[in-house]
């Protein structure tokens, strides 16, 4: 009966329009993920975001005047924006897995093969060759099985594409982006 009520209550229109409006306040991590340390970690981060307007407001940005504020620029926006940070990488993973569907295939490949691996573990181990494998071993010879899927599909160029513009992207924003007034901690000397 329980369980009828959470599917009564999941597809409740009432219930998405007060879901709705307390979005703007807080994004929620759908349930399905597991519990554990990927969980707590990404709510840790979603907690820590900064707002998305002052990330992205233009009116904040501008040339660094030397070297160094460069540099001041780039450790603090990287201190203070992390969480978006983050945000910014995953959605560029997200965008690469997107528009590669054999990388997706191959993705599907190996989780397949490890779920599977999960599942034979519950029941018994592995055995092969008369050897039987540990676990840690199962999920290496997962990977091996899918990495001629990965090496079709061009994981490896699409990982320094995704590293790659996540360094452009987040390199250029934290160089750019102004500082705060009341970021500034060294006192501001006049030339004499």
């Known amino acids: 009966m329980a369980g009828k009520a959470a599917t009564e209550h999941l597809f409740n229109p009432a219930t998405e329009v007060e879901t709705l409006a307390g979005l703007g306040s807080k994004l929620s991590i759908p349930a399905l993920l597991p519990h554990g340390p990927a969980k707590e970690w990404l709510e840790q981060r979603r907690a820590t975001v900064r707002p998305w307007a002052t990330f992205v407001d233009q009116r904040r940005f501008g040339k660094p005047r030397n070297f160094g504020e460069l540099c001041k620029r780039l450790v603090r926006n990287v201190e203070y924006f ?3 940070y983050v945000f910014v990488f995953l959605g560029l993973i997200l965008y ?14 190996f989780f397949g093969a490890c779920y599977i691996i999960y599942l034979r573990t519950q029941q018994s181990q592995l055995v092969l060759f008369g050897r039987e494998l540990s676990t840690a071993h199962q999920y290496a010879l997962a990977g091996g099985v899918s990495f001629p899927f990965f090496w079709l599909a061009g994981a490896g160029s699409a990982a320094f594409w995704v590293l790659g513009a996540t360094l452009v992207v987040i390199g250029s924003h934290a160089a750019f982006h102004e500082l705060e007034s009341g970021e500034s901690d060294e006192l501001q000397m006049e030339p004499v």
Not at 96 to 109: D, F, K, R
Request: net charge neutral; charged share 0%.
């Open 82 to 84: 992390q969480s978006n």
């Open 96 to 109: 690469c897995l997107i528009t590669s569907p054999l990388l997706l295939v191959a993705l599907a490949v």
